[in-house]
């Protein structure tokens, strides 16, 4: 997976991509111009994907229960990647020159990320318009899941604009991005998605560059959670900072006004439920912190119908 390029990434299993790519990095905590080092060598191009089977899939071998569940889904990293595209400078600039050198690479990736979304839903589904006609008519498909933590992120990063070295305007905008948007959403989905194609034999273009999309994410991820562990443990008074931001997300992700069906695309909403808690407690593990009572039931009370948006 380290190496692997356009054409080689069909073969490559996502559960692998996660389990294995991303967490054995972030065991060995990489340096950030180790990261850059890594994008320089990873960076695909995003015109090279072909989405000819991908339209034929979406309109002929799929029904329309699976499309509507695959929506459902994906919209919501669909915007998140252009709304990081142009919101995650502001975090760079506190950062020290090797955060702003591999932070750099990741607004790329985010472009890249967004151009990969806005071909699949035009060449694929079928969306007409430019950039942001396509981001208004895939807006329906966004539940609250993701709208309640990228509004959040854009008054955080209103904030960070006005006081862009203050530490724990970071620490709340990391563990909001980096923890839980990149670290438990995103990485949710690829799962979901990514599994359906794979087992189903469909979206082939979607397929490949997602995979590759989920490779530069871990690079995201692990550098996130660099930063947390870092700040930290230079200031352990900053744990209040990332709870109380958890607080936040978890109480939007309480409430739904969308249902989501799972099943049409290979999951049931148990399993779900079971990803989206493993993959939190499993970041915060990764920075040495243990979720205290009431965030943990918070957690534990966070149905499947809300856990991915719906």
Request: charged residues 25%; hydrophobic residues 40%.
């Amino acid at each position: 997976m380290e190496g692997a390029q356009l054409g080689d990434i069909n073969d490559v299993d996502i559960n692998d991509v996660i389990n294995k790519y991303i967490y054995s990095q972030i065991a060995e905590q990489p340096s950030y111009v180790e990261q850059y080092k890594r994008y320089l060598k990873q960076r695909w191009d995003v015109y090279d994907i072909d989405f000819t089977q991908d339209y034929k899939d979406w309109h002929e071998n799929m029904t329309e229960a699976e499309r509507n569940s695959f929506l459902a889904i994906a919209s919501g990293f669909h915007h998140g990647e252009r709304q990081v595209e142009v919101e995650l400078p502001v975090f760079m600039l506190g950062g020290s020159e090797d955060q702003k050198l591999f932070i750099s690479s990741q607004i790329e990736d985010e472009a890249r990320h967004t151009v990969f979304f806005d071909r699949f839903y035009h060449e694929a589904i079928g969306l007409e318009g430019d950039l942001m006609d396509v981001l208004d008519q895939s807006f329906e498909w966004v539940g609250e899941t993701f709208i309640g933590p990228f509004g959040l992120l854009a008054y955080q990063a209103d904030a960070l604009l006005k006081n862009p070295d203050d530490i724990r305007l970071r620490v709340q905008y990391a563990t909001n991005y980096m923890l839980w948007i990149e670290g438990v959403l995103a990485v949710s989905v690829m799962q979901i998605t990514l599994r359906y194609a794979r087992q189903r034999k469909v979206l082939p273009g979607y397929y490949a560059g997602f995979t590759l999309t989920a490779r530069d994410e871990a690079r995201h991820v692990q550098a996130g959670l660099r930063f947390l562990t870092e700040a930290i443990a230079e200031d352990p008074t900053l744990i209040r900072d990332v709870h109380d931001t958890l607080r936040t997300v978890l109480l939007m992700s309480s409430t739904s006004s969308q249902y989501v069906a799972y099943e049409p695309i290979g999951w049931t909403r148990d399993d779900v439920q079971a990803m989206f808690i493993t993959q939190l407690v499993r970041k915060m593990d990764l920075i040495g912190l243990e979720l205290p009572p009431d965030l943990a039931g918070m957690v534990q009370n966070i149905s499947a119908d809300n856990a991915i948006g719906g």
